[in-house]
């Protein structure tokens, strides 16, 4: 079991940017493909983000490329998103992921934080 717990989420105003930082402990941290989802109110948990476990490979959904960056620490076992140009359809609980799996649409993962909320506002 992998220990997850996000901080750095806030409110922000359009064209902003927030920077979401994930510790893990428990579970081999550096083996693990390591990522982010969001749920925006009343719709369902999409994908936003993963790296590899070496951190040489990533994928974001088509919403947050060119804006979103997605980075980790495996020495600190930390993995953290970037945020620039932020929109109000950003709006959403961000959650950090362990062990994310799945494909293009079908991504998933076994280890789950708490969630950090974050507003932008127009």
């Known amino acids: 079991q992998v220990h997850l717990v996000e901080s750095g989420g806030g409110a922000v105003q359009a064209g902003g940017s927030l920077r979401l930082s994930c510790a893990a402990s428990?579970?081999?941290?550096?083996?693990?493909?390591m990522g982010w989802f969001r749920q925006a109110q009343g719709k369902e948990r999409e994908f936003v983000a993963h790296i590899t476990w070496s951190g040489t490979s990533t994928n974001y959904a088509d919403s947050v490329k060119g804006r979103f960056t997605i980075s980790r620490d495996n020495a600190k076992n930390t993995v953290s998103l970037q945020m620039n140009s932020l929109k109000p359809e950003d709006t959403a609980v961000y959650y950090c992921?362990?062990?994310?799996?799945?494909?293009?649409?079908?991504?998933?993962?076994?280890?789950w934080g708490q969630g950090t909320q974050v507003t932008v506002s127009s």
């Open positions: 992921a362990g062990r994310v799996h799945g494909s293009i649409g079908k991504y998933d993962a076994r280890d």
């Open positions: 428990g579970g081999t941290f550096s083996s693990y493909t």
